[in-house]
C-alpha cells in the first residue's frame, strides 16, 4: 500500500516539519508590543544601582517575560508588574549568586552575566562592610 | 501537545542536567547547571503550585531553541547531546 512506503513516510515527516515550522512562527506573531521599563533601585534591597537597568517586557499567550537582555536574565509573570517585578529581583539572586562563586567556577555565559551585572549594580557600602565583618568574625 | 514552555518541562531539565536548585527571593527558586564543577548556565523557576506556569523564557537562560528546550524535557534530546550542543557554542570546553 501506497501508505506504507519508504517515500510517503519521508514526505509525511517533511510535512510534519513544516507544520512545527509554521506553529513557531505563529507563536513568535502571538507576542505582543515589548515595552522598555528601567530600573532605578532595588529599595529596601540593599544595592545600589550605577546606571539604569533597561527590562524588556512583553505579553506571550497568557503570560509577560521580563527581560535584562545584556546580561541574559529572564522571568515571568501573571500581569506586566508580576514579570518585571520577578525579573528585578532575579537579577538580585544571579548577582548575588555569581559573586558567591569563586571565578574558576564560572563558565564563560555566567562569566559574561557578572561583568555586565557588575556594570549596573553594586551591594550597598554599609551591606558590603557588614558582610566583610561577618566573614571575619566566622573566621576568628 | 502544548508547545509551551511550563514549569513541569523547567522541572524535568532540572533533573536531566543534574541542577542543583538553590532557594532565591521570593518568586523563584534558582536551578544553577554545574559540568566538570563550572557553572554553564543557571535559570529561574517560578514558585507557584500549577505545572502549567509559563516559563517561556526557558530556551534564552539555556542558550537553546524553543524546540530544543521541549525536546531536553521529553527526552529525545539527551544529556550528552546537551553537553555537544554547549560545546559546539563555546559555553563548554572541548575535551
Keep these: 500500500m501506497a501508505s506504507q512506503s519508504p517515500e510517503y513516510a519521508t514526505r509525511l515527516n517533511a510535512l510534519e516539519e513544516s507544520l512545527r515550522t509554521l506553529q513557531d512562527r505563529l507563536e513568535e506573531l502571538d507576542e505582543t508590543e515589548a515595552v522598555t521599563f528601567h530600573v532605578e533601585t532595588f529599595a529596601p534591597e540593599p544595592y545600589q544601582v550605577k546606571r539604569p537597568i533597561p527590562v524588556v517586557v512583553h505579553g506571550y499567550h497568557d503570560t509577560f517575560t521580563a527581560s535584562f537582555m545584556d546580561a541574559n536574565i529572564h522571568s515571568a509573570g501573571d500581569t506586566q508588574q508580576e514579570a518585571y517585578s520577578n525579573v528585578k529581583e532575579l537579577i538580585l539572586d544571579v548577582f548575588d549568586s555569581l559573586s558567591a562563586l569563586p571565578a574558576a567556577q564560572l563558565g564563560p555565559k555566567p562569566s559574561k552575566q557578572l561583568a555586565v551585572l557588575r556594570e549596573f549594580l553594586d551591594v550597598a557600602d554599609d551591606h558590603e562592610r557588614a558582610r566583610r565583618e561577618d566573614r571575619q568574625e566566622a573566621a576568628s | ?95
Design chain 2, 1 to 95: 501537545m502544548s508547545r509551551t514552555i511550563t514549569k513541569e518541562h523547567a522541572e524535568k531539565i532540572v533533573k536531566k542536567l543534574r541542577a542543583r536548585v538553590v532557594t532565591a527571593r521570593a518568586a523563584h527558586d534558582l536551578a544553577q547547571v554545574f559540568y566538570d564543577d563550572v557553572l554553564i548556565v543557571e535559570f529561574g523557576i517560578r514558585r507557584g503550585s500549577s505545572k502549567d506556569l509559563g516559563h517561556p523564557f526557558l530556551p534564552n537562560d539555556l542558550q537553546l531553541t524553543h524546540r530544543q528546550t521541549l525536546d531536553l524535557a521529553n527526552c529525545p534530546l539527551s544529556y550528552e547531546k546537551w553537553v555537544e550542543l554547549m560545546q559546539s557554542k563555546g559555553l563548554i570546553e572541548s575535551i
